[in-house]
């Protein structure tokens, strides 16, 4: 009588139910085929974000932040002092008012306001954005226009597009 370790190993798998000598062609082995094809054409269909859109994608964020932060009654009073920011990535100041913003930001009158979360995490957001457009960035952005004084305009609302007349 001798003793073969791979017969033991398959026989005591066999015993608890769990058959793993027989590979996957069960319905379980076709759902995970299923699920790794579907992620496949997921991740195929996708682009990878540029360092253009990832530019445009923050600015937006920081700007929708700054306009929530001034609607709650603690950050209000934090943000009166700040200068008004309406970022634009196609103004060659942006970089000029995003540093002058982060100092700002980081030198808030009050420590209590220093302190809030909300505001630590614009100042992240913001410095994020100044090192993306700085370093990472600065070759694949374009400026358009050098007004430092539109950066602290609202911009103008969009324009209603024509109705098409049948």
């Known amino acids: 009588l001798t003793f073969h370790p791979r017969k033991y190993k398959e026989v ?7 058959d793993l000598t027989q590979g996957c062609g069960d319905g379980m082995g076709l759902s995970r ?6 992620t496949l054409l ?4 996708s682009a990878p974000p540029t360092c253009y859109s990832a530019v445009v994608r923050l600015s937006k964020g920081i700007t929708e932040s700054l306009g ?15 200068p008004k920011l309406y970022i634009n990535v196609h103004n060659a100041c942006v970089t000029i008012k995003l540093r002058d913003h982060l100092y ?6 009050t420590p209590q306001c220093r302190e809030l979360k909300r505001i630590e995490f614009l100042k992240v957001r913001v410095k994020r954005l100044f090192n993306m457009i700085n370093r990472l960035c600065y070759r694949d952005l374009v400026f358009f226009i050098d007004d430092c004084a539109a950066l ?3 911009p103008p609302p ?9």
Do not use: H, M, W, Y
Not at 33 to 38: E, G, N, Q, V, Y
Not at 68 to 82: D, G
Not at 104 to 109: G, S
Not at 158 to 166: G, I, K, R, Y
């Open 12 to 18: 005591r798998l066999q015993q608890g139910n769990l």
């Open 33 to 38: 085929k299923i699920l790794l094809f579907s």
């Open 42 to 45: 997921v991740i195929a269909d």
């Open 68 to 82: 929530r932060l001034e609607t709650f009654s603690i950050t209000k009073r934090c943000l009166a002092n700040l």
């Open 104 to 109: 700002a930001l980081e030198n808030l009158i």
């Open 152 to 154: 602290e305009r609202p």
């Open 158 to 166: 969009p324009e209603p597009q024509d109705e098409l007349l049948d």
